[in-house]
């Protein structure tokens, strides 16, 4: 599938999604909603695709506004096998949970770098840096696809569902593996679709800014991954999605909800949050 999308189409639009999902933490208004409005799509309800990816030990670690403001597909931290003293850096770390649960992780010898677009969600961030206290973190403005960090400067990528919202996937990979050190490893959660899906949904913006539509098929994202030059590249399905899952998520869009019911039960179980693998030479 190519990345036909527009680049700053899409970025405009997560930017209204996410910014306005960050105001409502930073406002008081409880948990993040990557909705417009409420009943918009996922609205205040239970999300499937982004709720339950923290353990209990994990959330008391962090200040509770990241962990309200968390709008990822995985715990990326969880599988990453971070190691005192190495580097990290987040790719899209909205209000900073990944980045603040990876500085705990590496120790005070390490240091974790969190790279978000949106003005919102890094002010989120940082207040939950300073209530965390965390003094081995820095949130940099700027875009996954142009990474405002030197070459071979850190040792793990991490990234939570923000990847298939890129619509330059090929530089987003590029990036990754520019920035790792030789031996860095590629650890990132994403939505990813065994197969095909329908062509009225890969053609909605709604359904790419939510998850679905920007999700590479299986076979692609390894053969990008490969491509940008990394090894034992592999793909690990962590959650997978029926139709009725997406319904209730932030994946939901009138062209999801428009399929016919046998497409609805082809796409059970084809869309999927992963584990992403790969390593630098």
């Keep these: 599938m190519s990345d036909f999308t527009n680049r700053d189409d899409v970025r405009e ?9 960050a105001l409502a933490v930073l406002q008081g208004k409880g948990h993040a909603s990557c909705c417009q409005s409420k009943g918009d799509c996922c609205g205040d309800s239970f999300d499937p695709i982004s709720s339950d990816l923290y353990s209990k030990a994990e959330a008391g670690e962090i200040p509770e506004a990241a962990l309200l403001a968390s709008l990822g597909c995985g715990n990326p931290t969880a599988l990453a096998e971070l190691a005192p003293g ?8 909205g209000g900073g949970i990944d980045v603040l649960l990876s500085a705990r992780r590496v120790g005070p010898e390490g240091f974790a770098y969190g ?3 949106t003005d919102e969600m890094l002010a989120l961030a940082e207040r939950n840096r300073v209530e965390a206290g965390a003094e081995n973190v820095r949130f940099l403005k700027g875009h996954i696809e142009e990474v405002p960090l030197p070459d071979a400067s850190v040792d793990v990528v991490i990234s939570n569902c923000v990847i298939n919202l890129s619509a330059d996937k090929v530089a987003v990979l590029r990036e990754a593996f520019r920035v790792l050190r030789s031996g860095g490893r590629f ?5 990813v679709i065994e197969g095909e899906i329908p062509d009225s949904v890969r053609k909605d913006m709604e359904a790419y800014v939510g998850c679905v539509a920007g999700a590479l098929e299986r076979v692609d994202y390894i053969g990008r991954l490969t491509n940008a030059g990394f090894v034992d590249v592999s793909i690990e399905p962590t959650r997978k999605y029926t139709f ?3 319904e209730g998520s932030c994946c939901s869009t009138p062209a999801v909800s428009a399929l016919p019911v046998e497409e609805r039960h082809r796409l059970d179980g084809r869309i999927m949050g992963a584990f992403i693998r790969g390593r630098k030479p």
Excluded at 13 to 21: L, S
């Design 187 to 191: 650890a990132v959660s994403d939505v």
């Design 244 to 246: 009725a899952d997406l």
């Design 115 to 117: 790279l978000d677009m």
């Design 13 to 21: 639009m997560v930017k209204q999604r996410y910014g306005g999902a």
């Design 86 to 93: 190495e580097h990290v850096l987040d790719l899209g770390s």
